[in-house]
């Protein structure tokens, strides 16, 4: 289990956010090549560091080599989950950026990237735009843009940026942010065509790292998820996995899928996996409901009591508060915890849908439903057709005298995947029912 400084950021994509990778230095052409084979790059991560710092420690003026090594710091991140990597990579990055201040692109991203990480959205906007001074005719770098637009909710101006390519052969990057402004934005089926156009043209790259090339097939599964697609989101979670088979998010998220299908044999492998490799709230929860599901009442006891007993090692530096809300208010404990969490959250991101739509459910989970009510229409009012969202915002509905608009939004959420949550899903049937006619 990874020591309290090196439990990993999921970022927002944990919670349906957009954990996106810096990918500016790989474009192909993929049309009409086979699938590339599947590097093992992450093999040869530490020794290519150790040779970086090397040569950096020989020689203190080389920018070059210092801003390679910043990208490296955070690739190995993305393996490992180590936030210190994070901190390295800003670091070295902001040398080489002294080193040499103008026109050093490669050295801004790697800082952009790790504020993004650090949820220093403002400093994150800053080196992107300094960035794209710097390569005005960069779609990548207008994309990175537009992906930290929406990550603090400025959804306008993601769509604006979004809608323009300078080049029209659009890269992965650019396809799989597009996808994510569309996913939030109600155009799910448009969303999930850009993703899977992106990770096709992945698949057919050479030099992309494993972790990258596991992080477009998650992001196909999570979308065939949200779109009730069990088929296709199965195959594309363990496409993710054999490609990556360290990739704890994409444990986590196959986790949640097969628990609310109530596969909790699989519910369980793959969250014993994902928090044998990063112990977030989720991982350890999703277990502990798998082995009382199958009861064994006494191990999911044992679980519980380390999540209570580690809590608060799950939250440093606040990168991890919509989960921590979450995970409290879906299990109604912790709801002072949670609410503080979850205003952190709002706090850093602003008018984010899903910091709305957490807000709103830890304070549904609180009885507080006429405050919950506002968040909730904030939360939805791009149309996202997330099932879990909809049902929560219906609940909502429904407790504030709003009627109509709960039967439509919980017969939306089941309509679009009846199986969409373990719990969730079979409340929504009951208050339809209960509903009148």
Known sequence: MKTPAAIVAFLAAIALGAAWPWFASYRAQASGMPPAPISTDYRERDR????????????PSDQITRRMLGSEYLQRFRETGDLNDVTRAHAIAARSLSLQPQGNVQALGVIASSDVAFHRFS???????????ADPFSDDARAQLASTLMEVGRYESSRRILSSPTDPDLSPTWKSIRARYDEVTGNLAVARIEMAEATQHVDRMISVPAYTRSWYHLRDAQLAFEAGDAQT?????????RIYPDNAMALLFQAKFYRARHDWQRALAAATRSAELYPLPQALGYEADAQR???DDEDASRTDALISAEQRLFNLQGINDRLLAMYYAEHREHLSDALAAARSDIGKRGNEIYADDTMAWVLAT???WKEARVYAMRAARYGTEDPELQYHCGV???HTGHIGEARRRLSAALAVDAQF??????????ILVAIPK
């Open 293 to 295: 599901a199958l009861g």
């Open 123 to 133: 400093e994150a906007l800053a080196a992107e735009r300094a960035s794209l001074e």
């Open 233 to 241: 989101a199965a195959v594309e979670y363990d496409e993710s996995l």
């Open 396 to 398: 909502i509905a429904w």
């Open 366 to 368: 609180m009885g507080r």
């Open 421 to 430: 949550h373990p719990v969730y899903a079979d409340d929504a049937r009951r």
């Open 48 to 59: 290519l560091i150790g040779f970086y710092e090397e040569q950096a420690r020989r020689d």
